[in-house]
């Protein structure tokens, strides 16, 4: 049984960092894509983050580059997101997702495996 763990969220002022990981198990983590997703309240869930298998490639969305790193460690099976200059405008529920297909993939859909999120508050 796939599980994907997430971990890390909570309340941060604006300007502020926080670091969020997921632990996976029951799959084989070093050949799954990974993403971060983040849904806030009454909108879509949107793409954040992912990171490629092998942890070389990474891709960010506009909202967040500069500003938020993905990262990997296939010997912990865990990816990371490091979040610094936290906005107002960050806050939602961060999702991690594993995707067994191409590198690439941005949309909900293409991602086979999810956690069950973790809330991450900015305050301005």
């Known amino acids: 049984q796939v599980q994907l763990v997430e971990s890390g969220g909570g309340l941060v002022q604006a300007g502020g960092s926080l670091r969020l990981s997921c632990a996976a198990s029951?799959?084989?983590?070093?050949?799954?894509?990974m993403g971060w997703f983040r849904q806030a309240p009454g909108k879509e869930r949107e793409f954040v983050a992912a990171i490629r298998w092998t942890g070389i490639s990474t891709y960010y969305a506009d909202s967040v580059k500069g500003r938020f790193t993905i990262s990997r460690d296939n010997a912990k099976n865990t990816v990371y997101l490091q979040m610094n200059s936290l906005k107002f405008e960050d806050t939602a529920v961060y999702y991690c997702?594993?995707?067994?297909?191409?590198?690439?993939?941005?949309?909900?859909?293409?991602?086979?495996?999810w956690g069950q999120g973790t809330q991450v508050t900015v305050s301005s």
């Open positions: 997702a594993a995707d067994r297909g191409a590198w690439g993939h941005t949309r909900r859909t293409d991602y086979d495996y």
């Open positions: 029951g799959l084989r983590f070093s050949s799954y894509n």
